[in-house]
């Protein structure tokens, strides 16, 4: 996927309500997990599994991912972490 022409989300559109279940690209840009919910300024990502069955959560700073609108109007992100990368920090609990 071109993220070029994405337009990126303002720090008002940071919401909850707006992020929930947006999937999160790697480095890649392959699919390598979805927002389960924000934590303060953290965002609680769900990594592996299969339909959410299975996955791991785990908390990164909201500043490491760059959030955006595609063409269709579904927000997505895109970092530089890997899903391995991912898996092997340590589970969000709340």
């Known amino acids: 996927m071109d993220h070029t022409n994405h337009v990126r989300l303002s720090p008002a559109e940071l919401t909850a309500d707006t992020l929930e279940g947006a999937t999160i690209y790697g480095p890649r840009d392959e699919k ?24 791991k959560p785990v908390a990164v700073a909201a500043s490491e991912l760059d959030f955006m609108r595609d063409e269709d109007g579904d927000v997505h992100a895109v970092t530089n972490w890997t899903k391995d990368q991912l898996k092997k920090m340590p589970e969000h609990r709340d």
């Open 32 to 55: 390598i997990g979805s927002v389960d919910h924000l934590h303060g300024s953290q965002v609680v990502i769900d990594v592996g599994g299969f339909l959410g069955i299975g996955a």
